[in-house]
Structures are given as C-alpha cells and as structure tokens.
C-alpha cells in the first residue's frame, strides 16, 4: 500500500503536502498555524509566502502571475472592441444605470443581450471610470484571467505541493483558449474564474466541515448563474456528492450545510432574476434571446435545455430539432479531441484523464475524510460533468466554450504529476509517469500537425524532446541529476504545443462572434473564428468607424496578413459567412489580404447574412464599418431622438452604436429573430418621433421562431414608406420624413 493513501489531515492555517514517497510533510510549525488564535496575523513579507515553504516558492507565484499578466496584456488592442455585441452593452451600461442593471444593449433600453448582466457589470464599470476604449473593456478580463491563476494555484498548493500549484497555474496560464477568452468581452472569462473560486471554496469546506466556505461555494455559483445562466451548475453533482460523502462531519450536518449552500446560491443569483420577473414589462427592457420577453424562458430554453436537445426558438437556424447538434459539428466521446477544438482545450487533457486516475489509485485506501482524494474526486468531478455535456449537447456550441475545463485539466496536471513524481522510486509509478509524458508529447505532435505549414519543426521536436524525457524518468539508478533534467524536458515538451498556440494567439486580433485560438487546421471548416456568437453563429469586423482609436481592426480570422487565416467555421450549410467571392465572415480575403481587415470592395458585394465587413451592409453573421459620412448623418440632430437609429440585428446595430456613441436600437435582438419590438411598437416610436434613422442591409429573423417575421415586416414597412438614400455605401432612411404617396 502507498503511504500517499493515508495523508494526515490539513492544518487549518497551511498544508500538508506530500513528501517524498508519499508520506505526508509535517505540520507547519505552530507559528505559522494555530499559535496566537484569535490575533490577526498580517505577514511581514508577501514576497516570501509561508514559513514552511522553500525560499522559491512565493518569488516563482509572483513570477507566474506577472508572466500571466504580461502575456495577456501583450497587444491586447489589437482585437479593438471584440466582440462588439457586448461592447455595445458595456458602452450602454456605463451610460445608463438603467442598462447597467438589466444589460441591455443600448441606453435607451430596447433590449437586453441574451444572457445575464454579471459579465457586462466590471467592465461597464471600467468604462464609466476610464472611458470607453479597447484597453477599459478588455484590461478587466485580462484581471479575471489573473485571477484565476492565483486562485487555482492557491487550490492546488493548500493540500500538494508548490511545485504543483505553479504547475496547475502554468497549464492553465498556457492554455491556448485560455489566452483567447481571457483577452476577449464574452461571458466565459467570469465564469471560468467563478467556478474556480467555487472548487477553492469546497475544498477547504472539505477540511473541517466549515459551513461558511460551503455558502461562500454556494455564492460564487449564484454568481455563476447571473454570467452565463445553467452552465454554471454543470459541476453541482460533483461537488455536492464529493462533500456529502467526504466531509469530516455526521451526515446529518452535511446534508444541512448542503441546504444552506443551495440557499446561498438561490440569493446570490435569484435576487436579479426576482427583480426583473417582478419589474413592469412595460418600463424595462426586453429579453433578449427570448421569444415571450421573460428571463425564465430564456434560461431554461434558449440558454438551457435548447443547448441540449437542439430546440433553440429564435437561433439562426431556427427551433431544430433533437439531433441538431451536426448543425455545430459532430457530437460524440472525440469531440473534444476532433478538429479544431482539439487544439483549444485537449494538449493535455488525456494526460488530466490518466493522472486523474493515477490519484484515485493511490489514494483508493485512504480513509473517508481524505482531502487528497476529494480534491481529485473535486477536479475530476468538475472536468467529466462539464466534458460530458460539451460532448454531446446537440444545440449551440462554440469552441471557445471549453475554457470552461482549463483549470479542470491544470488542477489535474498539477496534482497527478506531482503526486507521481513523489512515487517514482516504485517503478509502476516512475512508468506511468513517464507514459504519461509520452502520450502527452505524441498527442501534442498531432495536433500541431493539424495546421499545415505551421512551425513545422516543432512537432517533431516535441516528440522527440517527449520520448527523451520519458525514457529518462524511468532511468532512476542515472542519479538525480539526470531524472531531474528529465522531468525539466518533459514540462518543456508537455507544454511547448499550447504555449506556440497561446503565443500566436496574442499575437492575433479577434473580433466579432467567431473567435478561436491558435492557427487555422487543415481538414476543418474551424480556423480562427470559430463558429459562432453569444446567440449563434455571427461577428462583425469590428473595423472603420466601429473600431476605437487606434485599433488596428484585423479581420475576423484574428490574424493580419496570411497568419491565422484558414477553413470556416463550422456552421450551418450556407450561414458560414463566406461569400462567392471568397471573402470571410468580416470581409477581408482568405488570402490574408486588405488593409486593416477591411474588404477591398466599393460596398456593393454582399449585404445579407453573414456579410460583414463592407460599409452599411451587415447582417446576422456580420458587423458593419461604419463610414465618417455615415457617422455624421447619423449624429445630425441626435440629441432629438430616444434613438438615432435602428437596425436589425444586435451585431449590425453595435457597430453604429460603438460608432456614434449613440443609442441604436437592434430589431430582433443579436439574432433579428426575437418579436421585439413588433410593428406596432416600432410605427408607433416612429410616430413620436424617437427614431430617426433605419439601416438597411441587415436582414435575418426570417427562420427564428414565433417572432422571427418581425424584423421583416419592420424592415418592409420602412422600405414602403421612407425613402432610401446611400452614404458611402450605407443604406438609410429618414424615419422623419415620409416618402410622398
């Protein structure tokens, strides 16, 4: 039996790390955890960590975080606004308290983007401090991502090793989807920060049973809830049934601790929901997303089981039905491994998988209470439940949602590979840690192979360097020098793939809907971009007028020039955004050509679905640069009107909104599908004399369920009655001037 089965329980104040062999260390010195109860202890120097803690140990977490900070602030404004849909909303919420409060995408209040606020709140704050800019919406993401770092090596290293936190906090760190979403606006770098805090909570309610971590646990996934709705309770089971067995306390009282938790996460997320159920539909915004203006219906439909089955009312393709999933690739056990999602998420997941098991093994004989498999049973919980869902939810799926398993996998990482190395004397040991290294360096030699002419000499070097590595860790009678220059080189080769894939990621810009990270893979239709938006597919170039000062706009494949371009994304047959003439999605050539990711036509191409990027014409599954002409028209007077336009669909709308700093309405919500608001409603504005102009170019609604005619019926009514006139390719009418019957 492994003495590692039998760890002494964690001092309250530090860890208990196991030494080597196994044996768990000794317990801190009583200075550093229980001397003095009851007196504030304040460090003398943060720089040096914990009494018990080698020299290196604090100085090597300072250097990670400031390495994590510098690679995810480096050329951060290139992406300009990300994704605008959001950018929007942050630029309205920092205007409006109103729509601070219930997200909306203007500050007028017409309509709420398709999920809840809490992801909008700190960087409409940023903006209402600093201004609105590239680096105000993006600085605050790049703070999550930070965060997250510290907090899961602060998880990690409580009950293992610091070696092992700064290695789960690098995985994580170098995660190439990671270093997307941590530098882009959309809900996820929250989340993944949230769930991460809620691990850390449990884990340390595991250790004496203390009820407020179990509530604070509790609270971060209300929070959760309020970013991006029922994904936040992916990892509920896990947790829940890890602690109702494992903590240190009768049944009973775990049960009751685990009441109060739900009751702590029923207010933290409840109190917005109760709000706005509650609040006069007629003096809010609308629900965006919905199809009967309720936030309910949303979750636990759009957002929630239509993700599952594939009957999403209101998306692009329309209310599918079960087996829709092939709409956003193929489901199945691989498909976290396949294509290019493999190159987000998957460098080391099978590693996480085995040394997952690896520790399930060596702990099997611990007793009930044992936090070092609860923390594997905790992390891996978390990974299986949420990787399940991806793998095979038929609705909606976008790649860069699996940042969501990233800390799952570096935790995994961490642990396994240290708790390993601590049984290398045992040979099955020393083999399976070297196996581990093995297959972690072929498997990165094929992903790297996916993306044709990309570094070519780094998959072989991988393999190679991976191989070495493993061979010599199992060489253990070679002394210590050369095992500890073998696990160097197996770090080195595990982690040399996702790291050139994060490096070209922050290198690229990425905007609109459609963001992936990493360089384009041969054989998919994924590239950087992705496959689709916050509601669907969609994006918009983010370029011209729609752009802050200064931002450079590349086109949505994320990459100026010929870097990063590559095959479509994975979208429905026709709604990919690629046109006849071989254009992408934001208008710019496959052939990495155009100044600025700005196509290099007159405005006349395109103008429907999935046209982006030429003046006055976005639709759907494109955004629009807005011209100066067209941004002076639409400011002539703007103080006179609720909005200075209108336009259908959220993406379209934000360009003009990012661009004017104006209200614009968006018909049919991100999708142009959703009844809101109706033809009554809009004649009526019109009438009062609210708006002033409507866009023409966007189109969409057509397929999206009860409402999806709305739009249509807005946009014909408008071309019956108003005359067109065309300003640097932009299509407008002057809602105060009736065309002559």
Not at 556 to 578: C, E, F, V, Y
Request: charged residues 15%; proline residues 6%; glycine residues 16%.
């Amino acid at each position: 039996m492994s003495t590692a089965s039998t760890p002494a329980a964690p001092d309250p104040g530090g860890s208990t790390a196991p030494a080597a062999g196994g044996a768990p260390a000794a317990a801190p010195p009583a200075t550093a955890a229980g001397a003095g109860r009851g007196r504030v202890r304040i460090p003398g120097r943060p720089w040096r960590g914990r009494a018990e803690d080698p020299a290196w140990a604090r100085p090597a977490l300072l250097a990670l975080l400031a390495a994590t900070a510098l690679l995810y602030l480096w050329n951060l404004d290139s992406s300009g606004y990300a994704n605008s849909f959001y950018s929007a909303a942050v630029q309205a919420g920092s205007e409006s308290w109103k729509a601070f409060f219930f997200g909306s995408s203007d500050a007028a209040n017409s309509i709420t983007v398709d999920k809840p606020p809490a992801a909008l709140w700190p960087m409409a704050l940023s903006v209402r401090l600093f201004g609105l800019g590239s680096w105000q919406i993006l600085v605050p993401e790049v703070l999550m991502g930070v965060a997250t770092v510290a907090v899961l090596h602060a998880a990690v290293r409580r009950r293992f090793t610091p070696a092992a936190g700064l290695i789960a906090g690098a995985v994580l760190a170098l995660t190439p989807v990671a270093a997307l979403m941590f530098r882009f606006n959309n809900p996820d770098a929250l989340l993944a920060l949230l769930m991460t805090v809620t691990v850390y909570c449990v884990l340390r309610a595991l250790e004496q049973a203390r009820t407020g971590w179990l509530l604070a646990a509790g609270a971060a996934v209300g929070l959760a809830f309020l970013t991006k709705t029922l994904q936040a309770f992916l990892i509920l089971p896990p947790l829940a049934v890890v602690y109702a067995v494992c903590a240190p306390t009768r049944l009973r009282r775990r049960l009751g601790q685990l009441a109060l938790a739900a009751a702590a996460l029923l207010v933290a997320g409840g109190w917005w929901v109760a709000v706005v159920e509650l609040w006069p539909a007629s003096s809010r915004p609308y629900i965006g997303g919905s199809q009967g203006n309720s936030f309910l219906e949303l979750t636990f439909g759009y957002n929630g089981f239509g993700r599952i089955n594939g009957n999403e009312v209101g998306s692009v393709g329309g209310g599918g039905g079960p087996g829709g999933g092939g709409r956003w690739g193929e489901t199945g056990l691989d498909r976290l491994f396949a294509g290019n999602i493999g190159g987000q998420i998957a460098w080391l997941l099978p590693a996480a998988l085995v040394l997952l098991a690896a520790g399930l093994v060596l702990t099997r004989t611990a007793r009930r209470t044992d936090t070092a498999r609860a923390a594997f049973l905790v992390w891996g919980g978390a990974l299986l439940s949420t990787a399940a869902v991806f793998s095979f939810m038929a609705g909606i799926f976008h790649e860069y949602y699996t940042v969501a398993l990233a800390p799952y996998i570096a935790a995994l990482v961490g642990m396994g590979a240290t708790m390993l190395w601590e049984e290398r004397a045992r040979l099955p040991w020393a083999v399976c840690l070297a196996g581990t290294v093995a297959l972690t360096a072929w498997w990165s030699s094929r992903l790297l192979d996916r993306s044709e002419d990309y570094l070519p000499w780094l998959s072989p070097a991988v393999l190679v360097a991976g191989l070495l590595a493993a061979a010599g860790l199992t060489a253990v009678r070679l002394g210590r020098r050369v095992v500890l220059a073998s696990a160097g080189l197996a770090l080195a080769a595990s982690l040399a793939g996702p790291a050139a894939y994060a490096a070209t990621t922050v290198n690229s810009a990425h905007t609109g809907s459609l963001v992936t990270a990493g360089p384009a893979v041969s054989g998919t239709r994924g590239g950087p971009g992705g496959q689709g938006g916050p509601g669907g597919p969609g994006g918009q170039d983010g370029a011209g007028g729609a752009q802050p000062p200064g931002a450079r706009g590349q086109g949505q494949d994320g990459a100026a020039g010929g870097q990063g371009r590559g095959p479509r994304g994975m979208l429905p047959p026709g709604q990919d955004g690629t046109r006849a003439d071989g254009r992408g999605q934001d208008g710019t050539r496959q052939d990495g050509t155009g100044q600025d990711g700005i196509p290099q036509d007159d405005g006349r191409r395109g103008g429907g679905p999935g046209t982006g990027g030429s003046p006055g014409t976005g639709g759907l599954l494109g955004g629009t640069r807005v011209s100066e002409e067209a941004r002076s028209r639409l400011l002539q007077d703007a103080g006179s009107y609720t909005w200075v336009a209108a336009a259908v669909g959220a993406q379209n709308a934000a360009s003009f909104q990012l661009a004017t700093g104006e209200p614009v309405m968006p018909v049919g919500g991100f999708n142009g599908s959703d009844p809101s608001p109706t033809l009554e409603q809009f004649r009526d504005h019109v009438a009062d004399g609210r708006i002033h102009w409507f866009i023409g170019g966007g189109e969409g609604g057509g397929r999206g369920g009860p409402g999806g005619g709305t739009s249509t019926e807005i946009s014909s009514w408008v071309a019956e009655n108003f005359t067109a006139v065309t300003v640097d390719g932009t299509t407008l009418y002057d809602l105060s001037a009736p065309a002559a019957s």
